[in-house]
């Protein structure tokens, strides 16, 4: 029999980015089994579980939270942790790639326009920057004896550099496409980022938050898994088994069971979703029939 998590003194204070992140944020909750409702009059969402207090904070501003234990928890960028120097105050429990657009990490990146004579990080000596991320890139180019002035962009940074206001942007980007639509140049990648779930280092030390964050750890890091993966169940004759296996990937061996006609058996894996369209036609190549595609929620 396994021991009750122990009591929580009172409820762990969960930080949700607020912006591009939020709608993705609290849909990964939702799929870990966690329903979050925002209220529009104040930053403070209603959570299903009675252990959990959440609120909005802009992901610039949630590590300095948690470092100082206004928060217990919260999601933010390690490109945040790093601006605000916070890394050695908070506890990095887990990497979650996830975003608004899609499952890329993003990457902050050097921008000039297309006829620049910058062609690499150390030509940008004298030249003017524009970035919302100041402290890492003033640290970046410091670090590397380049001599330059980094202004902080409250937004619109790629259009300083379209406008010539600046000689070059440092911005976060997925895929770029953005960047060159805007007839820029990515010179180099300063950073690659991700979604971190971070904690108060106090909250850690004390038992029963701990386990509490560890499972919220664990639910989140199940259910990006099963976003990748499907189940995938067929009827195979019994001649043909050896066959339909040999083309199944899965995590162990896939689950093989008699039916009541002992002449078939029923086939059960999981695989890579992308892998779906090119194995289906294969197995029914091989001889399984009734072939069912499953979505999981989450794969732990």
């Given amino acids: 029999m396994s021991c009750p998590s ?3 003194s009172s409820p762990l204070r969960l930080g949700i980015p607020k912006g591009s992140l939020e709608a993705a944020t609290i849909d990964l909750f939702a799929q870990a089994g966690w329903r979050i409702r925002p209220h ?3 930053y403070y969402p209603d959570i ?10 802009r992901a610039q501003e949630m590590a300095r939270y948690v470092a100082h234990g206004t928060l217990d928890l919260g999601l933010t960028g390690l490109d945040w942790i790093l601006e605000t120097e916070t890394e050695a105050a908070v506890e990095q429990i887990a990497t979650l790639t996830y975003s608004k657009a899609s499952d890329q990490p993003s990457r902050w990146v050097l921008v000039v326009p297309q006829g620049s004579p910058v062609q690499r990080v150390e030509d940008l000596v004298g030249c003017k920057i524009a970035t919302e991320l100041v402290g890492f890139t003033r640290r970046y180019l ?3 004896g380049i001599e330059a002035s ?7 940074t790629e259009a300083k550099c379209v406008e010539g206001l600046v000689d070059a942007v440092v911005e ?11 007839g820029l ?10 979604t971190r779930l971070i904690a108060n280092p106090a909250a850690m030390q004390d038992p029963a938050r701990r386990a509490k964050i560890e499972q919220i750890a664990l639910m989140l890091q199940a259910a990006l898994a099963a976003r990748h993966k499907v189940a995938l169940k067929c009827n195979v004759p019994a001649e043909r088994l050896e066959a339909v296996v040999s083309l199944l990937p899965s995590l162990h061996a896939p689950t093989v069971s008699h039916l009541t006609d002992r002449r078939w058996l029923a086939v059960e894996t999981i695989v890579d979703r992308a892998a779906v369209r090119d194995l289906i036609p294969r197995l029914r190549a091989a001889g399984a029939e009734g072939i069912l595609e499953f979505a999981l929620s989450k794969m732990a």
């Fill in 150 to 156: 980094v202004e902080f962009s409250w937004g619109a």
């Fill in 6 to 8: 122990p009591a929580l």
């Fill in 48 to 57: 299903d579980d009675p252990d959990l207090r959440c609120a909005l904070v």
């Fill in 142 to 144: 410091a670090a590397r």
């Fill in 172 to 182: 976060i980007t997925e895929t770029g496409s953005t960047i060159r639509a805007h």
């Fill in 185 to 194: 140049r990515i010179v180099a990648d300063l950073l690659v980022t991700e």
């Fill in 40 to 42: 529009s009059r104040h």
